[in-house]
């Protein structure tokens, strides 16, 4: 500990220095001028460089293969009812394309091929969801840091908003979403059942607030019938940290549609709703209030806590 620099000047307007130097040349990210340009002075930044010094390096604990759960259980949406999902997914996701964009200086998309050629991170790990079930499985992607790296972040950008693929509450226009009523043309959801975002149980671990079926909730409503698709959203430290990935295969497969295919989010040290399934567009903002309710993420918005760490 003797290399750490005193509580008290972490707490003082040293902070952003102080924080640079504990994460010195170990983390590159210590060096980005954008990261520290992000430390600012005050209450804010005291709970930044804590969060910085007590999580950033933290890995989670990392399993053997013998520990991978036979059956890692689906949650949430298990097959999106959007149609243009459901095409992306009739076409085994060869057009789909990851959308990267925001506060960044080089926007760009890539491919499901392209993104498998990058360079992967493959790891065995714990998901805890707040309905109290935990699944081990093995996960192979994309670094998310490598991304935003390729992007070049901007000064401002200080979060990370993933753009998920699946409908949860239904505005008055349906919001593209499939139904069985207008014969989409791939019937893997029951007809009767044609939205399972509305009729599943939860995926957070409470029952959706609205529970009306195939009818626009209050909240759509009042906010004009949009639909509102699943998001969610992490801050530079889960964002650059090693295990945040973006993985396409689970086990060792593609990743199934129940899972999250053909991309999923892995920040490990969170809870299971941060874990984004689906993801379409990664988004570098400032604030995320003009998201959603504006708490940065669907079960957020329902009232869950933004900082789900374990
Ligand atoms: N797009 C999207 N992502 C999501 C959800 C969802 O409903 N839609 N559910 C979340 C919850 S609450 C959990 S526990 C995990 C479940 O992941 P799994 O289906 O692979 O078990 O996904 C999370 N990510
Ligand atoms: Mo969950």
Same mark, same amino acid.
């Given at each position: 500990m003797s290399r750490l620099p005193s509580r008290r000047a972490l707490l003082t307007g040293a902070s952003a220095a102080a924080a640079a130097a504990v994460l010195g040349g170990c983390d590159r990210l210590g060096n980005a001028e954008w990261f520290r340009r992000t430390l600012k002075t005050g209450e804010d930044a005291n709970l930044f460089?804590?969060? &910085?010094? &007590?999580? %950033?390096? /933290?890995?989670?604990?990392?399993?053997?293969?013998?520990d991978i759960s036979p059956w890692f259980k689906p949650n949430? /949406?298990?097959?999106?009812? %959007?149609? !243009? #999902?459901?095409?992306?997914?009739?076409?085994?996701?060869?057009? #789909?394309?990851?959308?990267? %964009?925001?506060?960044?200086?080089?926007?760009?998309?890539? $491919?499901?091929?392209? &993104? =498998?050629?990058?360079?992967?991170?493959?790891q065995i790990t714990r998901?805890?969801?707040?309905?109290?079930?935990?699944?081990?499985?093995?996960? /192979? +992607?994309?670094?998310?840091?490598?991304?935003?790296?390729?992007?070049?972040?901007?000064?401002?950008? @200080?979060?990370?908003?993933?753009?998920?693929a699946d409908t949860m509450d239904q505005g008055e226009d349906n919001g593209g979403a499939d139904t069985a009523e207008d014969g989409g043309s791939d019937e893997t959801i029951p007809a009767g059942n044609a939205n399972p975002a509305? /009729?599943?149980?939860?995926?957070?671990?409470?029952? @959706?607030?609205?529970?009306? +079926?195939?009818?626009? $909730? !209050? %909240?759509?409503?009042?906010s004009g019938g949009s639909p509102v698709r699943y998001y969610e959203s992490i801050d530079l430290v889960d964002a650059f940290h090693p295990q945040t990935i973006l993985a396409y295969d689970m086990n060792d497969k593609a990743l199934p549609v $129940?899972?999250?295919?053909?991309? =999923?989010?892995r920040v490990e040290r969170n809870l299971g709703y941060k874990h984004?399934?689906?993801?379409? @567009?990664?988004?570098?903002?400032? $604030?995320?209030?003009? &998201?959603?309710?504006?708490?940065?993420g669907y079960w957020e918005d329902q009232g869950y806590a933004w900082y789900a760490g374990i």
């Open positions: 460089v804590q969060r &910085l010094l &007590l999580t %950033d390096r /933290t890995l989670a604990p990392e399993y053997a293969e013998a949430g /949406t298990e097959d999106p009812p %959007d149609r !243009d #999902y459901k095409a992306l997914a009739k076409g085994r996701f060869a057009k #789909y394309h990851l959308q990267v %964009d925001g506060l960044v200086e080089a926007p760009f998309r890539l $491919s499901l091929a392209e &993104l =498998r050629k990058l360079p992967a991170r493959t998901h805890d969801c707040v309905e109290g079930w935990s699944a081990i499985g093995k996960w /192979t +992607g994309v670094p998310l840091a490598d991304l935003l790296k390729r992007a070049k972040l901007k000064p401002e950008g @200080r979060y990370v908003v993933f753009h998920c509305m /009729t599943k149980q939860s995926g957070g671990g409470e029952s @959706r607030k609205d529970s009306g +079926g195939q009818q626009a $909730s !209050d %909240d759509t409503a009042a $129940s899972n999250g295919a053909p991309l =999923r989010l984004a399934k689906y993801v379409m @567009r990664i988004e570098v903002v400032e $604030s995320f209030a003009h &998201l959603g309710d504006g708490k940065g």
